[in-house]
């Protein structure tokens, strides 16, 4: 139990301070406990960092996988849009993970630069797992074009990436009514001509 109690609210003080400006004995203090003890769940800093770091990319793949599970009979447009609607929510909702993840992804501690990407592409290639049976199925039923995988999940990153920095940058206010519009203009662009076609009649 300490050592979440530890975690979360080290995840709160990264996500305000940041790296550099997070200390252990603050987040020993708001635990309860003295500096010393941490020692006894994390070697360093840097540990509990990559720990916490490592915590936020996984609850989300886990997040996604629970989804995806319950809309498994769902189309592969609206499966595609819930994955991308779901992970913009929890941008919004969980306030505190997300600045962290900003912090940690944008502005990384340069001694951990790599680290962090190691662990973006091990969680991201989970995640790639799930959205590539999603666009093999939707080529499959000639639903999505035929196109490299690789450059059907690298466009469906970049959609889920530019929302992230859009609300970063303009606020939930005006950038949670453009997410539908910005789906279907994405959709659009993958979606095969011949199953639009067959829609329209």
């Not at 662990?119 to 000639?142: H, M, P, T, W, Y």
């Not at 005006?174 to 639009?196: A, F, H, L």
Request: proline fraction near 2%.
């Amino acid at each position: 139990m300490t050592r979440d109690n530890i975690k979360a609210v080290a995840l709160i003080l990264f996500a305000r301070n940041g790296y550099e400006g997070t200390y252990l004995s603050e987040i020993a203090n708001q635990v309860g406990i003295r500096k010393p003890s941490i020692y006894n769940h994390f070697s360093s800093k840097e540990e509990l960092f990559l720990s916490v770091f490592e915590d936020v990319m996984w609850a989300h793949v886990k997040q996604i996988e629970t989804l995806v599970e319950k809309i498994k009979d769902a189309s592969v447009e609206d499966k595609l849009y819930q994955i991308f609607n779901d992970t913009f929510q929890m941008y919004i909702e969980e306030e505190e993970v997300t600045a962290f993840y900003k912090r940690a992804v944008i502005y990384p501690p340069e001694h951990l630069k790599e680290f962090i990407r190691e662990k973006i592409f091990v969680s991201e290639e989970a995640l790639s797992c799930i959205l590539r049976d999603i666009f093999a199925e939707g080529i499959k039923n000639n639903i999505i074009r035929e196109e490299k995988m690789e450059v059907l999940l690298a466009s469906y990153y970049c959609l889920i990436d530019g929302m992230f920095m859009q609300l970063s940058f303009y606020g939930e206010d005006t950038i949670k009514p453009r997410v539908k519009s910005v789906w279907q203009n994405y959709w659009r662009g993958i979606e095969n001509v011949s199953y639009k076609s067959q829609k329209v009649h």
